[in-house]
């Protein structure tokens, strides 16, 4: 039993055939040197024609054999004439009819040569008749002192040089016989007939021995010259053929121990003869002589039945191709090898060995069982894919299409197979799905995505979203692959949403509408309320009717606080307020609303305080949203709690800087927490609730802190107070020292002279009364009045209205004062009642240099004509601003801002001057 192997490798084979090449080689050598002798190149050619085309091609001895055989057969033919011709003049005609017959036969004899193909008959004819001729002519003539006799000699060295040593052993004896025969004649008494006298035989004599000897001679120069030179080259050849074989050995041998293949000969009956290292390593031993000591049937074989399959095999057919088998290694870790073998039989037809090579295909056959497992599961896929498989070939055919084709399109993959899909396509697609498919034919990769209708097999279309790839070039795709999904819901889904979002820009372009009619028509009358309020608390001394004004103001203050809680809100809800966050001192913003809200505090008999874990903190927050946050912390703080404290704390971790503010009033209910950061929620609902406000305070804290990347929680036990907990990523900065109040400086003469345009009579007087005292004000009513103004008098600024009436606008009228060369630079102030989100920034975009919302207070107003006249007139008295968090620019008011009211903070009892 051999090892499985496989058919040697060509490497092995190249070897073998090398050692053949290379005798082949130095067995041409002869030849070639035989052709060296160009002198007798035209005799060789002469010879040759008598012998056949396969005796020119073999081996250099038969040659030469074959062409002194002729050469013996045309020189023996003269003697042979010359013979006749001397029995003839003797009168023995039978004698001569003898000699014509043996020299015919010699001359016949290079012919019988060609057409046997064999040199051995006819130069035996040839020595065989030459030595009867010689001693047939002696009897005839002088017996034994025939001179003749002498050429018998050379009888068998002809017969040797042109058959062999046999022929010249029957030559010799019958030379011995012939001589023999004549001297027993001789004794006998015969008398021989001596047809050639005395002197003839001298003279005969003579020639013989001369010929006889000039042949030795050319003979023996011929052997030297030829012979001897052939045997030392055929010694040479022997030499450079044993080398080569060596040489061919040591590349058999070399190939055998490095060929990464298992290369073995065993015995029919299983014993390992040899085996190469990698085999010896393949089956994990550590030297040859261990393998083959195995028995390969019980040892190597992991199934005997493939051992018997394989033996079978080869002794069946003499070779084996591709024989799969598992042998086992020394670690009894099994392999799965390849095996080509072949048997060597001896000339009764029984294998001697069996020899071959094993290739270990382990890894390779893990490798083709992922790969075909990854195949089935790839097909898998495809025929269970929710998706559409499709392949076009390169006219635009369907080639293939996956089973899902029957649950989308209704149709089985047979009824469409061999078709165009264009067929299929909604006609006001088809057009741009060809152009699609064209150009995708021209370029590899991806071919981009496509959504069109295609028909369903009961009739009615379907949205058919798909993306295909170009593999045209790749042999086993050889097609465009399209894969494709039903989205006729996603579209569906699509229309619902597109109409939905319709519907809700609609409402938003309504409430965008509302809130300007809205902002409009309750700022343009309130402007007037909380202007002429503020006037009047300057001017009215009785306490009483004080007391009125300033119930006055604060309930307008509290619409005007509500009104800018609802706009601030649509602002933070339209992403339209601008925030700018720089590192600000959070101890000091809760310093300053401590002390803002104080008086406010101790009129209600509550001690407000603040408590500094963490001095130097900072935070990078915008300074008015954080004054905005606290006010409304702190004033709900106030406005919940009836007795006991409220602590506005600072404190910092690594990373975080926090505010808190702690009270002690009625706390929130656990049920109410989840609603308690929502629009127009509040605790206490309907007519019995307790206390007034918008609902809208925390809503928009807990929006200005995550605007500013921030967090807002509540920790609260109903009846006994809650701590709202703010939370900004901490800032690195360096403590900042106190600013220090500016100092008070005189009231300036007026200096300008300015126009305000207004329809609206009560506010071109109040704008009178409000800077009186600053400025020279004149006022107009509509565009054509403030027009007519401006050409007669030259104004440092206006201040226009922007709803001037139904046929012009303030813009219109900015517009055509730009005209004007003296206007072209001077400041034009929109005051309006347009307070919107994007409002501010569409009328500076307009050409405007400042703006303000209406209402407005004194305070706001001064400082927004003082930043843009680069003046700034300072205010008869202490005044508080409405502070709306929107407002910035010149209008920006300085000071720290009042608690809102109506939701949830506190209004501050000292009343401001509310204007316009």
């Known amino acids: 039993m051999p090892f499985s192997s496989g058919s040697p490798p060509s490497a092995l084979l190249d070897a073998g055939q090398a050692a053949l090449d290379d005798a082949a080689l130095i067995d041409a050598v002869a030849p070639e040197q035989d052709k060296g002798a160009s002198r007798i190149a035209p005799l060789r050619r002469f010879l040759d024609a008598f012998l056949p085309e396969e005796m020119r091609r073999a081996r250099l001895d038969v040659r030469r054999r074959a062409r002194f055989v002729v050469v013996i057969a045309f020189v023996v033919g003269p003697f042979y004439s010359v013979l006749v011709q001397q029995l003839l003049a003797s009168g023995l005609v039978a004698q001569a009819a003898v000699g014509a017959a043996c020299g015919l036969v010699t001359l016949a004899c290079p012919f019988l040569l060609r057409r046997l193909n064999s040199h051995v008959v006819p130069g035996s004819i040839v020595c065989v008749l030459l030595s009867f001729v010689i001693f047939f002519q002696a009897y005839s003539d002088a017996g034994l002192e025939d001179p003749i006799l002498y050429w018998s000699a050379l009888v068998p060295l002809v017969a040797a040089l042109s058959v062999g040593s046999r022929l010249s052993l029957v030559t010799a004896v019958l030379n011995l016989s012939g001589i ?37 001679l050319a003979w023996g120069w011929i052997y030297e010259r030829h012979t001897l030179r052939e045997l030392r080259m055929l010694n040479d050849r022997l030499s450079a053929l044993r080398s080569a074989l060596v040489e061919s050995e040591e590349r058999y041998r070399s190939l055998f121990d490095n060929v990464p293949l298992g290369v073995y000969r065993t015995s029919s009956d299983g014993r390992v003869l040899m085996v190469n290292p990698a085999l010896v390593k393949l089956l994990g031993y550590p030297t040859a002589d261990e393998v ?3 028995d390969s049937a019980s040892m190597v074989y992991a199934n005997p039945e493939q051992r018997q399959r394989f033996r079978d095999q080869i002794e069946r057919d003499g070779e084996v191709q591709q024989f799969a088998s598992t042998w086992k290694r020394r670690d009894g870790r099994r392999l799965h090898v390849r095996e080509n073998a072949r048997a060597v039989f001896d000339e009764e037809g029984n294998a001697l060995y069996f020899e071959g090579v094993v290739e270990d295909v382990t890894n390779q056959r893990r490798v083709q069982q992922a790969l075909r497992k990854s195949e089935e599961r790839f097909r898998s896929l495809v025929q269970n894919a929710s998706d559409l498989t499709a392949v076009l070939d390169a006219r635009g055919t369907m080639t293939y299409l996956s089973p899902s084709v029957e649950r989308i399109l209704g149709y089985t993959a047979e009824d469409l197979l061999g078709r165009p899909p264009f067929d299929l396509v909604h006609p006001d697609d088809r057009r741009r799905t060809r152009l699609l498919f064209r150009r995708a034919a021209m370029r590899r990769g ?20 798909s993306v295909g790839t170009n593999l045209l070039h790749d042999a086993n795709i050889g097609g465009l692959v399209i894969n494709a999904r039903d989205v006729t819901e996603r579209k569906r889904a699509e229309t619902v949403l597109v109409q939905a979002k319709e519907q809700a820009e609609e409402v938003a372009r309504l409430k965008s509408a509302f809130l300007a009619n809205m902002s409009h ?22 306490e009483q009717q004080q007391e009125f004004v ?12 509500t009104l800018n809680s609802v706009l601030d809100l649509a602002r933070l809800e339209a992403g339209r307020m601008d925030l700018m966050a720089d590192p600000q001192a959070l101890s000091l913003a809760a310093d300053d609303v401590v002390r803002l809200l104080q008086p406010l505090a101790q009129e209600r008999g509550l001690r407000l305080t603040t408590r500094v874990l963490a001095p130097s903190v900072m935070a990078r927050v915008d300074s008015g949203a954080l004054d905005r946050i606290l006010t409304n912390l702190v004033g709900n703080a106030i406005k919940f709690t009836d007795e006991g404290s409220i602590t506005v704390e600072v404190d910092a971790d690594e990373t975080n800087a926090f505010l808190r503010v702690v009270d002690t009033g009625v706390g929130v209910d656990p049920a109410f927490l989840p609603r308690l950061f929502n629009e127009f929620e509040q605790e206490s609902t309907g ?5 007034e406000g918008s609902g809208l305070g925390l809503t928009i804290t807990r929006q200005l802190v995550e605007r500013m990347n921030g967090t807002i929680t509540v920790e609260s036990t ?14 690195d900065a360096l403590p900042l020292a106190l600013p220090e109040a500016p100092a008070a400086e005189p009231e300036p003469e007026p200096a300008h002279t300015l126009l305000v345009v207004d329809d609206n009579h009560d506010t071109r007087l109040l704008m009178r009364r409000m800077l009186r005292r600053q400025y020279h004000v004149e006022t107009a009513s509509t565009a054509q009045e403030a027009l007519e103004s401006a050409t007669g008098t030259p104004f440092d600024a206006i201040l226009l209205d922007i709803n001037l009436g139904a046929k012009t606008s303030g813009e219109d009228v900015m517009r055509r004062l ?40 004194r305070r706001q107003l001064l400082d927004t004509l003082g930043g843009m006249l680069d003046d700034a007139p300072a205010a008869s008295e202490t005044e508080a601003t409405s502070f709306h968090i929107l407002i910035s620019g010149p209008a920006a008011s300085k000071t720290p801002p009042p608690m809102p009211s109506g939701d949830g903070a506190a209004e501050h009892t000292t009343p401001p001057e509310p204007v316009g």
Do not use: N, W
């Not at 008494?189 to 006298?197: A, I, N, R, Y």
């Not at 991806?446 to 979203?465: F, P, S, T, V």
């Open 180 to 216: 023999g025969l004549l001297y027993g004649l001789t004794v006998q008494g015969h008398t021989f007939p001596h047809l050639t006298e005395p002197a003839g035989l001298q003279v005969a004599a003579l020639a013989s021995v001369s010929t006889a000897t000039l042949f030795a």
């Open 292 to 294: 083959k000591a195995l």
């Open 446 to 465: 991806d071919i981009g995505a496509l959504e069109c209708r295609i028909l369903h097999a009961d009739g009615h279309y379907i949205y058919i979203d």
């Open 521 to 542: 028509e309750i700022r343009t009358p309130l402007t007037g309320i909380l202007g002429f309020a503020g006037i009047l608390a300057e001017e009215v001394e009785d």
């Open 550 to 561: 300033g119930l006055i103001e604060k309930s307008g203050r509290r619409l005007m606080d």
């Open 687 to 691: 007519i019995g609730r307790s206390h």
């Open 718 to 731: 109903k009846g006994e107070g809650a701590v709202f907990t703010v939370q900004f990523p901490r800032a």
């Open 818 to 857: 730009r005209e004007l060369p003296a206007y072209a630079t001077t400041p034009i102030l929109a005051f309006t009642a347009y307070a919107l989100p994007g409002d501010r920034e569409r009328f500076l975009s307009a050409g405007f240099d400042g703006y303000l919302a209406k209402p407005f207070t």
